[in-house]
């Protein structure tokens, strides 16, 4: 269970909260312009666009949960158990497996209308990694500071619907997530009005009971109101500092704490939460266990490497003592 959010100040951001049972030993990526992109069925790319982003690296491979190219384009890959259908192998069309996607997009397009472009000849084929990491139903946003779409491959084929709440959680499909949305119509951040019944006067006993009614657990469709709600409302000044700080508090309100969610293999808890500031290609996060805030900057890398590069998480609470 995920959510991810793209978001505009002064500057565009875009991230993700990861919620899972367990860590795979992710890691900040970046996978320099020259590093070479190989494609179970497609042809490599040999050079294109730096990217930098959180995932896994398997045999030398950046497996991206989420990531930036140095063009501003964004995409995150969220869980879709339910709905996501594969395909078979299309002749005459791009076939790409699922973890191949992140890193075919953001290598070839710089904003989303050229990734609709290139995605009108994409089949996402149901392909595994390897034996130890089989394909994961993903559903998919893909942002830049103008616009999101929402990726989803499903029974009737792929489809990609417009998204004009910059908000991705999981399952139910996106159209339902968004119609969804007409049951809170009534939900307000001013203070509300007696509506109960003409002439019967309520007392608006405490501040935020203009939005009563929104959905308070961590369900997929209910962090997907909160999400939106949350995120249509802020309001924030222009400061790196200030748009950082409140993307990561959007995050917050949908973020899993241990112990609330109990799976087959454990406890759901938000891993990491990361926030990329698009424009300046700084890619910050937070651990579960490290609320501080650090980051990891695109440009300050050699960026025609032909390497992989990566760091290390700060998964360990860092403390700024006073006294």
């Not at 997907?224 to 924030?236: G, W, Y």
């Not at 805030?293 to 890398?301: D, G, R, T, W, Y």
């Amino acid at each position: 269970m995920c959510t991810s959010i793209s978001f505009l100040t002064k500057n565009h951001y875009f991230g993700r909260n990861l919620d899972m049972e367990f860590s795979y030993g992710e890691r900040v990526i970046i996978t320099p312009r020259k590093y070479q992109l190989k494609f179970r069925m497609a042809k490599e790319i040999k050079e294109h666009f730096a990217i930098i982003g959180m995932g896994i690296v398997e045999d030398d491979y950046p497996l991206y949960y989420d990531a930036t190219n140095e063009k501003g384009l964004s995409m995150a890959g969220l869980n879709f158990p339910v709905s996501t259908v594969y395909y078979e192998k299309v002749k005459d069309k791009n076939n790409i497996g699922a973890f191949e996607l992140i890193p075919c997009i953001l290598g070839q397009c710089a904003s989303v209308n050229e990734a609709r472009d290139l995605l009108m000849n994409t089949n996402i084929v149901d392909l595994d990694f390897n034996e130890k990491y089989k394909t994961t139903p993903l559903h998919w946003m893909i942002s830049d500071k103008d616009y999101s779409i929402t990726l989803e491959c499903v029974q009737e084929g792929m489809q990609i619907y417009y998204n004009p709440v910059h908000i991705l959680t999981n399952n139910p499909e996106f159209p339902m997530q968004i119609f969804n949305l007409n049951n809170y119509i009534n939900l307000t951040r001013e203070e509300p009005e007696t509506r109960f019944a003409e002439g019967f006067d309520l007392n608006k006993y405490s501040k935020g009971m203009g939005a009563l009614g929104l959905p308070g657990d961590l369900s997929s469709m209910s962090r997907f109101v909160r999400a939106s709600f949350t995120r249509l409302n802020s309001i924030c000044g222009d400061s790196e500092s200030e748009s950082i700080s409140q993307f990561f508090h959007i995050l917050d309100s949908v973020s899993q704490t241990q112990g609330c969610v109990r799976t087959e293999n454990g406890f759901e808890t938000t891993i990491y939460s990361s926030c990329c500031n698009t424009d300046k290609g700084i890619y910050y996060y937070t651990t579960y266990e490290n609320s501080q805030i650090s980051a990891v900057k695109l440009h300050n890398e050699n960026l025609d490497k032909k390497d992989l590069i990566t760091y290390n998480l700060n998964t360990e609470q860092q403390i700024k003592y006073h006294n």
